[in-house]
């Protein structure tokens, strides 16, 4: 059940994420889980408790940024949003409850409100930052003025899911209970409390599930996008722009005949195990502006025929060249069936040290790609600078003075600014705060006011906002006698293997545990940790 649930809001994620362009920040999403701790929640405990492992996991799994709160006469932060979330938070979580108070709901929402989500979302980011508020409860007879809940959830734009445990004690009061749910849930759920245990986790799921399909609906026409061309024609966000001037200059179109026109654009994107958590909202800004750039110089230039080629060229880092696995490519082409091809088949994985192969790639692209417009285009989408001490100061590249044989900064642009057949460059960010040195020397070596050249940059997210790329692992190993010989080879072997895989996709910075057991010690670990 968990793995569906997963899978179904992990879609409605991918949907959302596919309309937004660079330059635009992500749509967010913010839950408190708000669990009633009153003592006639004692005899549905079991039922509350897997139901609240179940949802801490799915929002684990989708990076969701969550906070769990007790309440009954007081309330208490269990786990706060800025928490990361490991087995030891949840474990704290699922222990943290006495069931000896009694059950004020408005209270607690108005509790949340105030300290959990006591940052105030400006009403122009509402539509694409969203708090929710689910709530577990025994019964809603203390608090029932709609206007309590109302004054506490509206002023932040906080939404309300109630899963309601009926015992006997509220069949007389479904009424009341079931128009005031209806006044101040965006969705409700109520379950007969002799079948809490069976049925409170799967409920809890449709609950949430039905939330965020309605959460992706609202959201649909309410993220913000810029024009899919914005990275090759408008100056970027936060006051970087190129030298040139507006107009025919933006996309340097040349006119083959009175009648047509020629453009061709080279998708360069790092495809590092770094990248994971970003690879598929960076394919769909690549899918939303090669559908996007036709039309709009369609309606721009009407009496014009326009000849769109598009190529994409993913790269790795100079260690899965022996593989085979460094450049995955796809040359210009009209077909927009074959880019959606390529680009599905495009997954994250490999990369090593920090810094990448990016002159390798700007050099492949430059000069192995069958450019055949006039007007021609580069969009570098990146997290990681090139290697070598000109572009980076991380001390644990491995090629600091540059990858051995491969092209230098100086050398890639020069075959990009070439007066015969000049690529203009286009530099998307995903990791600002990376990519500063590199953008700086680019710079150094491409722009020419005299040329009317300039490097383009856009921020495509917001660096304090990254979600997780870095895991705790833990490894709980039987270190009994029966676990002597070739099985005990076997799990050391796997174990290994895994570490291994984890510092070829860029896991340097993983926290590992492991713990050891045998029948000697039954109560006792030893453990230890280290980083990858």
């Known amino acids: 059940m968990r793995l569906g649930i997963d899978g179904a809001l992990r879609q409605h994620q991918?949907?959302?994420?596919?309309?937004?362009?660079?330059?635009?920040?992500?749509?967010?999403?913010?839950?408190?889980?708000?669990?009633?701790?009153?003592?006639?929640?004692?005899?549905?405990?079991?039922?509350?408790?897997?139901?609240?492992?179940?949802?801490?996991?799915?929002?684990?799994?989708?990076?969701?940024?969550?906070?769990?709160?007790?309440?009954?006469?007081?309330?208490?932060?269990?786990?706060?949003?800025?928490?990361?979330?490991?087995?030891?938070?949840?474990?704290?979580?699922?222990?943290?409850?006495?069931?000896?108070?009694?059950t004020y709901p408005a209270t607690a929402c108005d509790f949340v409100a105030q300290t959990v989500f006591r940052e105030a979302v400006p009403p122009e980011r509402r539509a694409a930052h969203r708090r929710t508020i689910l709530m577990v409860l025994d019964g809603l007879t203390k608090e029932e003025v709609p206007e309590d809940y109302k004054s506490a959830l509206q002023p932040g734009g906080i939404d309300l899911l109630v899963l309601n445990i009926k015992d006997k004690s509220q069949e007389a009061l479904m009424p009341r209970i079931t128009s005031l749910l209806r006044d101040i849930a965006a969705e409700h759920e109520v379950v007969e409390a002799e079948h809490a245990d069976a049925q409170l986790p799967a409920r809890v799921a449709q609950l949430l599930s039905r939330h965020f399909a309605r959460m992706v609906r609202d959201m649909s026409s309410g993220v913000p996008a810029l024009p899919a061309t914005t990275a090759l024609s408008a100056a970027p966000a936060g006051g970087e722009s190129g030298a040139g001037s507006r107009g025919d200059k933006e996309l340097k179109l040349q006119h083959?005949?009175?009648?047509?026109?020629?453009?061709?654009?080279?998708?360069?994107?790092?495809?590092?195990?770094?990248?994971?958590?970003?690879?598929?909202?960076?394919?769909?800004?690549?899918?939303?502006?090669?559908?996007?750039?036709?039309?709009?110089?369609?309606?721009?230039?009407?009496?014009?025929?326009?000849?769109?080629?598009?190529?994409?060229?993913?790269?790795?880092d100079v260690g899965e060249a022996a593989a085979g696995q460094q450049f995955q490519q796809l040359d210009f082409t009209e077909d927009a069936a074959a880019l959606q091809a390529q680009l599905a088949g495009v997954?994250?994985?490999?990369?090593?040290?920090?810094?990448?192969?990016?002159?390798?790639?700007?050099?492949?692209?430059?000069?192995?790609?069958?450019?055949?417009?006039?007007?021609?285009?580069?969009?570098?989408?990146?997290?990681?600078?090139?290697?070598?001490?000109?572009?980076?100061?991380?001390?644990?590249?491995?090629y600091p003075n540059g990858v051995p044989g491969g092209p230098s900064l100086a050398q890639v642009m020069d075959k990009l600014k070439d007066e015969r057949r000049p690529i203009d460059l286009m530099l998307c960010k995903v990791r600002n705060h990376a990519l500063t040195k590199m953008e700086a020397s680019m710079r150094k070596h491409y722009d020419s006011r005299r040329a009317n050249r300039s490097l383009r940059s856009v921020q495509l997210f917001d660096d304090s906002k990254m979600p997780a790329t870095r895991f705790h692992l833990v490894f709980c190993l039987d270190e009994s006698g029966s676990m002597q010989g070739s099985k005990w080879a076997d799990v050391l072997s796997a174990y290994n293997q895994m570490l291994?895989?984890?510092?070829?996709?860029?896991?340097?910075?993983?926290?590992?545990?492991?713990?050891t057991f045998d029948a000697s010690r039954p109560t006792a670990c030893r453990c230890c940790c280290s980083s990858v």
Request: net charge neutral; aromatic share 8%.
């Open 14 to 102: 991918q949907h959302l994420y596919s309309r937004v362009l660079p330059g635009c920040e992500p749509p967010r999403f913010e839950f408190c889980l708000l669990l009633d701790n009153s003592g006639s929640m004692v005899t549905k405990s079991h039922g509350t408790k897997l139901a609240t492992a179940l949802v801490m996991e799915v929002l684990r799994r989708l990076e969701a940024r969550f906070a769990v709160v007790s309440f009954g006469r007081k309330q208490r932060v269990l786990k706060s949003l800025d928490w990361a979330f490991d087995a030891a938070v949840g474990q704290f979580v699922l222990e943290s409850f006495t069931y000896d108070e009694g």
């Open 256 to 316: 083959n005949s009175p009648d047509a026109m020629s453009l061709d654009i080279a998708f360069v994107v790092d495809a590092t195990g770094s990248m994971s958590a970003w690879l598929e909202a960076v394919k769909a800004n690549i899918r939303s502006i090669a559908a996007d750039v036709a039309p709009r110089i369609a309606r721009q230039y009407p009496e014009l025929k326009l000849a769109l080629r598009l190529a994409l060229l993913a790269y790795r």
């Open 347 to 398: 997954r994250a994985f490999g990369g090593g040290d920090g810094p990448e192969d990016v002159l390798g790639a700007l050099d492949r692209a430059a000069t192995q790609l069958s450019w055949a417009s006039k007007a021609r285009f580069i969009v570098l989408i990146a997290d990681a600078p090139a290697h070598g001490r000109e572009c980076n100061d991380d001390p644990g590249d491995a």
């Open 500 to 515: 291994g895989r984890r510092r070829a996709d860029q896991g340097l910075g993983d926290l590992v545990t492991v713990v």
